[in-house]
């Protein structure tokens, strides 16, 4: 480990500081820390410092206890500072100490990073205040409620907006690492960097791809629990929006209020979020892409592909060939690192 005080232990590299505390996701700073270690391997490019707020070593996310090199005020500058999240809540991990260890790191630094759930210590700072941002997709919707002067984009793997960057939950920080070696090396040692640690040098697709299932709000009224409990016994009837207020008994202007106010979906729109999620559970089982599309209610497959693309940004076989499997089959490696 490099020595705290230097600023420049190892002439030319990038000194890259990462700001650990306790409860750290431990797979949030050491995913990004192995990229730059591993750059090095091409090109003598990067130097990785582990510091946290008072200079005692931390204990991880899985109890493992990280050692650091020293306090983030005796860090000296760095070219690139990386803040890592937690499953605590923010408002455990988010700590006046915390808040002003980063002030002391971002003040030289010419890149501001952060992974998961650490977007809500820059957003605390105000450091995110009129940029676009991410955060892991479960934590989008509070970030973007706590602090509404940024612009949260639930859906991106990583944001780059001026000299702050931010990351998706946990893995995402790889594929923000590797950006980030490509600015500064080029794409070609990013691309080693990424066939050596075997993994994607770019992703297809946005975090929604990846969350445990397509959440909404659940139904207050009666009337429209009833009209969602039909469209779910079987989405893949011809629903309209008529047949639908006609179940109801009540108007389509009214019942299309109904569920913009609770649903915060068009009846329409509702009928389509349930069917691609009935389509995304039959990929999973098995069922091939023209039997997911005919279980789902689509017309076609190729109306379904068309429903994949524009969710999460690929197709349903790419989609079934990623999460259906995880053997050994699943990824072969020849098709690593190479796009």
Not at 237 to 247: C, F, G, K, M, R
């Amino acid at each position: 480990m490099a020595d705290v005080s230097s600023t420049s232990a190892v002439k030319g590299r990038r000194r890259i500081g990462i700001l650990v505390f306790d409860g750290v996701k431990m797979l949030d700073f050491v995913g990004p820390a192995e990229v730059f270690v591993e750059a090095n391997q091409s090109v003598d490019a990067y130097e990785v410092v582990l510091v946290s707020a008072d200079g005692r070593d931390v204990q991880t996310s899985i109890g493992a206890k990280v050692t650091v090199s020293g306090t983030a005020a005796d860090a000296g500058s760095f070219d690139t500072v990386v803040i890592p999240g937690s499953e605590l809540p923010p408002a455990k991990f988010v700590t006046p100490e915390l808040l002003t260890a980063i002030r002391q790191l971002a003040g030289g630094a010419r890149r501001l990073t952060s992974i998961c759930s650490g977007t809500f210590a820059l957003a605390e700072l105000g450091m995110l205040d009129g940029r676009r941002a991410t955060t892991h997709w479960k934590f989008a919707r509070d970030l973007a409620a706590r602090y509404p002067g940024i612009r949260v984009d639930p859906d991106a793997i990583f944001v780059r907006d001026g000299n702050t960057y931010s990351s998706a939950g946990v893995a995402a920080g790889v594929d923000l690492a590797l950006a980030l070696v490509e600015e500064d090396h080029g794409a070609d040692i990013a691309r080693a960097v990424a066939q050596s640690l075997v993994v994607y040098m770019q992703r297809a697709g946005g975090q929604s791809q990846f969350s445990a299932s397509l959440h909404g709000a659940a139904p207050r009224s009666p009337l429209v629990r009833s009209v969602a409990d039909l469209i779910c016994a079987d989405p893949a009837y011809p629903h309209t929006v008529q047949s639908l207020a006609e179940h109801a008994r009540v108007s389509v202007r009214h019942l299309t209020r109904l569920f913009r106010a609770e649903l915060e979906n068009s009846p329409a729109e509702y009928v389509a979020f349930i069917r691609f999620g009935l389509a995304r559970d039959k990929l999973h089982a098995g069922y091939s892409v023209t039997e997911a599309a005919m279980a789902a209610g689509y017309g076609s497959s190729e109306a379904m592909r068309r429903a994949f693309i524009a969710r999460l940004g690929i197709s349903p076989r790419k989609y079934q060939q990623r999460f259906r499997s995880t053997g050994a089959t699943a990824y072969p490696a020849a098709v690593l690192a190479v796009s």
